[in-house]
């Protein structure tokens, strides 16, 4: 990335994500500290539920979104070589969003939003809130646009040829965001914004919830897609191998988009509103959307065994420990896999309808979610900025021995911090609950694992400020630039001359996706106009 403007552009998007993301490090700490009760002091259901939904909104709706769109300016200049078109453009989308952030932050810390990050009714927050958060989302699509201008016209110029496999993924994921963004917006444009505003009396709860459930499951692949890219196109390069197959990742990003869309009920397995026959349908496409992530556990795997390998390592495991672990890449990339083993394990649970009975809404599934956001999907966002700082900045990484103790840190952290959440949701503690004001049997067997969770907490604090420390000290050094360090992507082992539009392409599947929508949430959206439903009244702010 020579130009300094672009490289100013993707900065700024990236610092929004980091400091968005060390705020709610320190949210998270004091909760786990509120919830176990040990400091009596604290106890303030008010401000735990504040912050809780402070929390989660920095965590699953800032960090995500502000850091995706600065990798994706950072994906589209590099990997096609051209520059990010309508900058001025790229820099609305980025203060229309910041904007929307500082506008909900106001109701969200005076406690006039505590409605969570998934803000179901009949709890209904500050009106500012909703505006913030639409804000937030035109932002984001913005760069939607940007990302699908720059994929066709690079497609124009180039015809025939092959677009760069991370380009594709980050198109997909534009794309793929503006499918998932819809339901979320009819939402809060039709219903949550008019009730907090006073314009209506009343709004359906299980309309709502269905149209957030059209949200809540894509959205999570809108996350992880940037860490899957990642795995993709930087850790074979970064392990000393290759790709082990280029057409194998398309297939995979292409099912991740296409059938994460139409299954968001495994969210509502539990709900009344939506009949069994639906759900069964979502559920089937809900195992099926688990298969490009086996797939691309498969080909990463697969890759870093080529690097191994080439490094001279033998046998069945031996090419295990002759990768270069203290590349940050590669470490990361272990130990994401490593989380994603029991954090997918834990989501193939709740996916099956009958067990999710067991689970849902227990405490287990923050620890789902934990381990599989927080953990598999946020530590490649570390190692994507271990690896663009040195670049956007033009000064060598301060210090790579502090990045390996803090993804280190990070990975135990979050073992230490979800394995008890997972065991407190199977003994029935109630997730998205202050405290815990009585004692019985029950809850006293509770208490050490929420013990053990203020120390995850400590240690994933610890290494989050290390993280962020790493990124200032970097920036800041005053020692001489580096001018030549470019991003570079890995090779495939066979080289890809020519693939079929529908690997190269989202015409077809932008069709596809329109059909399986209309499949999957047609009729249950419609039944809601054509069905007598009791409307709920808001409360809350
Ligand atoms: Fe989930 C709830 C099902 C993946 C995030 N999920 C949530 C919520 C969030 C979330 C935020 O079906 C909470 C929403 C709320 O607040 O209510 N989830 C799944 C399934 C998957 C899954 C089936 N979830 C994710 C990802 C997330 C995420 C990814 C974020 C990034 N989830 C659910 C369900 C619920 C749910 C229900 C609702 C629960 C309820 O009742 O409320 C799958 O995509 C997972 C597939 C993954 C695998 C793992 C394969 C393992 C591999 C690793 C191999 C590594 C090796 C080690 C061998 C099947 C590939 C190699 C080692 C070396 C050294 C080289
Ligand atoms: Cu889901």
């Not at 065991?423 to 006293?444: D, E, F, I, K």
Request: aromatic share 16%.
């Amino acid at each position: 990335m020579n130009d300094a403007a672009e490289r100013k552009l993707a900065l700024s998007h990236l610092w929004v994500a980091f400091i968005a993301f060390i705020l709610a490090c320190f949210m998270g700490e004091y909760q786990v500290l509120e919830r176990s009760g040990f400091i009596s002091a604290l106890n303030s259901p008010t401000i735990y539920f504040a912050s809780v939904s402070t929390h989660g909104v920095l965590m699953a709706f800032v960090l995500t979104t502000f850091f995706i769109m600065g990798f994706g300016y950072i994906i589209a200049t590099t990997s096609l070589q051209q520059p990010v078109w309508n900058k001025p453009l790229a820099w609305g989308g980025f203060w229309l969003a910041l904007t929307g952030v500082m506008m909900a932050a106001i109701p969200l810390l005076t406690g006039k939003a505590s409605v969570l990050y998934t803000f179901y009714p009949p709890i209904i927050a500050h009106a500012a809130f909703y505006l913030g958060a639409t804000l937030l989302v035109v932002g984001s699509w913005i760069w939607c646009m940007i990302m699908l201008v720059m994929f066709v016209q690079w497609k124009q110029t180039n015809p025939g040829k092959v677009v760069p496999l991370a380009m594709f993924a980050t198109a997909m994921n534009a794309l793929l965001w503006l499918w998932t963004s819809a339901g979320v917006a009819l939402e809060i444009l039709f219903q949550l914004l008019p009730l907090s505003l006073g314009w209506l009396d009343t709004v359906d709860p299980g309309l709502a919830r269905t149209l957030f459930a059209w949200t809540l499951h894509p959205i999570v692949y809108f996350w992880l897609i940037p860490a899957y890219t990642a795995f993709y196109v930087f850790v074979p390069k970064q392990a000393g191998g290759f790709l082990f197959s280029d057409e194998m990742a398309r297939l995979a990003f292409v099912v991740l988009a296409v059938f994460a869309l139409p299954i968001g009920f495994h969210h509502l397995y539990m709900d009344p509103e939506q009949a069994k026959g639906w759900k069964l349908l979502h559920g089937i496409g809900t195992f099926v959307v688990a298969i490009p992530t086996l797939v691309t556990g498969f080909t990463v795997i697969a890759s870093l065994e080529i690097a191994g390998r080439l490094r001279g390592g033998k046998g069945l495991f031996g090419w295990i420990f002759s990768l270069p672990w203290t590349n940050t890449m590669v470490l990361a990339v272990i130990l994401s896999l490593l989380m994603l083993i029991f954090g997918g394990f834990g989501g193939i649970v709740n996916a099956s309808y009958a067990m999710n009975a067991m689970i849902h809404n227990t405490a287990w599934v923050p620890g789902h979610f934990h381990l599989i956001f927080a953990g598999t999907t946020v530590i490649m966002y570390f190692a994507i900025a271990y690896y663009f700082w040195p670049i956007l900045v033009k000064k060598p990484l301060f210090s790579n021995s502090m990045a390996l103790t803090q993804l280190w840190t990070w990975f135990i952290g979050m073992s230490v911090l979800t394995t008890p959440w997972h065991v407190l949701g199977l003994l029935g503690q109630p997730r998205r609950v202050s405290t815990v004001v009585y004692n019985n049997l029950l809850t006293l067997a509770w208490k050490p694992y929420e013990f053990m969770m203020i120390f995850g907490g400590l240690l994933l604090l610890g290494s989050a400020c290390l993280f962020i420390y790493n990124l200032v000290k970097t920036q800041l050094n005053s020692a001489l630039e580096i001018s030549d360090q470019q991003i570079e992507y890995a090779e495939p082992i066979h080289r890809v001359e020519s693939l079929p539009e529908w690997l190269n392409d989202f015409t077809l599947w932008n069709k596809v996706i329109a059909v399986l929508m209309l499949i999957s949430f047609g009729l249950p959206i419609l039944q809601f106009f054509f069905m007598d439903t009791f409307g709920s009244a808001g409360w809350g702010y």
